[in-house]
């Protein structure tokens, strides 16, 4: 046998582990709208940085402006995922599961 050829067996082996990450990557679009358990840390504090991070694309869609006064203002910090949040916010519309979809798409 040549060593650039792959067994059977192999190839059998190689389709399953690449189903199981195709399945794993597929999990990843369930229930984008659950929020994590309270309890899962000490501090009771809710893991949901998706408004946090969204902010700027959110006062952009809402006002035009990229630039809130007081506010965090991400869009200097991080411009593409700003960006690409406005952009899935103006044609998916602006909710938590669209803020969610565009981690899961583009991570």
């Known amino acids: 046998m040549n060593?650039?050829?792959?067994s059977t067996g192999d190839k059998y082996l190689l389709s399953l582990l690449l189903l199981i990450i195709y399945l794993f990557v597929l999990l990843r679009f369930i229930n984008l709208d659950a929020d994590f358990p309270q309890g899962i840390t000490t501090s009771?504090?809710?893991?949901?940085?998706?408004?946090?991070?969204?902010?700027?694309?959110?006062?952009?869609?809402?006002?035009?402006?990229?630039?809130?006064?007081?506010?965090?203002?991400?869009?200097?910090?991080?411009p593409v995922g700003q960006i690409i949040q406005a952009?899935?916010?103006?044609?998916?519309?602006?909710?938590?599961?669209?803020?969610?979809?565009?981690?899961?798409?583009?991570?």
């Not at 060593?3 to 792959?6: E, F, G, L, S």
């Not at 952009?87 to 991570?107: D, E």
Request: glycine share 6%; hydrophobic share 45%.
């Open 44 to 78: 009771a504090a809710l893991y949901t940085d998706e408004g946090w991070y969204s902010n700027a694309a959110i006062y952009y869609i809402v006002t035009g402006n990229w630039y809130n006064p007081g506010d965090p203002n991400l869009i200097v910090n991080q």
């Open 87 to 107: 952009v899935m916010f103006s044609s998916l519309g602006m909710s938590l599961s669209t803020a969610r979809l565009t981690i899961v798409i583009f991570s």
């Open 3 to 6: 060593d650039d050829q792959i």
